[in-house]
DNA sequence: ATGACTGCAAAATATTTGCATATTC
DNA sequence: GAATATGCAAATATTTTGCAGTCAT
């Protein structure tokens, strides 16, 4: 089990007290927060943290490939900590962004019409489980 | 073959010229505009055309299913004409979004582990084929 | 001391809202 | 003339940028 500073350092990412806050707070988490929301936890244990350094780190660190970048509402980027493939569900009711893990053909595509893959995204929108039975 | 202005009305969409230019704009069109690309467009030949009408008729008409938005770049929301089911790629190199029509077993699910679906989408990211063999 | 990192403030971008005017049935 | 639609301006939300100060090697 390689511990979080040591999956920076291998990746080439100096892991700073920030960053290393950063990574741990979405690792793990199945939430997948804002880099608004990330700020607004972490500044209250690290008064100093700022929202420049959560734009800058977060983004950092999907170039490096280690967190994943979701854009399933369009209004704003969500992160994700965890990079196994993996589909999201957007609940329209509640907001909420739920993990869907299924087995997709599609996703395994490295190319396609010419153009090289990278990144492969699946979305889903409707009325999540909790919310079809009056469960918030 | 039903023209814009019978489909909008099909839908319960009263067809006032902002609308019908809205629409017809989008539909039939191969690129992803936001809503600021189809205002500047839009109020060259239509001076009084406000971004607020156009918002609210984009919002509008993807609520009545009559387009789709796209979301893969993040910080923007992109509008989508053409309602048959494809996915869509990003260009990493040159920003272009591109339809990408396959079969996708997992796009025909209605629902998913209790969650009602109401809409999927696939996107990719990469480097589109122009932009790697150079010619943009 | 050099280069990398952080953080504040301001700017840039995207979208929504309040409200007055105009249009339509 | 009531309801609906439009449009301007202002407000809000999100993200980026400029730059000065800090930290680590």
Redesign the pocket.
């Known amino acids: 089990m390689i511990s979080s500073k040591e999956l920076l350092i291998s990746k080439g990412?100096?892991p700073?007290?920030?960053?290393m806050k950063i990574y741990k707070y979405l690792h793990g988490k199945k939430t997948h927060p804002?880099?608004?929301e990330i700020y607004k936890v972490l500044?209250k244990e690290?008064?100093?943290?700022?929202?420049?350094?959560?734009?800058?780190?977060l983004?950092?660190l999907a170039k490096k490939g280690l967190i994943s970048v979701v854009t399933i509402t369009?209004?704003?980027?969500?992160f994700d900590g965890e990079m196994y493939s993996h589909h999201h569900f957007l609940c329209e009711k509640c907001g909420k962004v739920i993990d869907i893990v299924l087995e997709c053909p599609v996703c395994r595509e490295k190319e396609i019409f010419g153009h090289k893959i990278k990144e492969t995204h699946g979305y889903f929108k409707g009325i999540c489980g909790a919310c079809r039975s009056g469960n918030d």
Do not use: F, H, I, W
């Not at 008064?47 to 780190?57: A, D, E, F, I």
């Not at 369009?74 to 969500?78: H, K, L, P, Q």
């Open positions: 990412v100096k700073t007290l920030q960053r804002t880099a608004d500044v690290m008064p100093t943290m700022s929202k420049t350094t959560v734009y800058n780190t983004n950092m369009g209004t704003e980027v969500r």
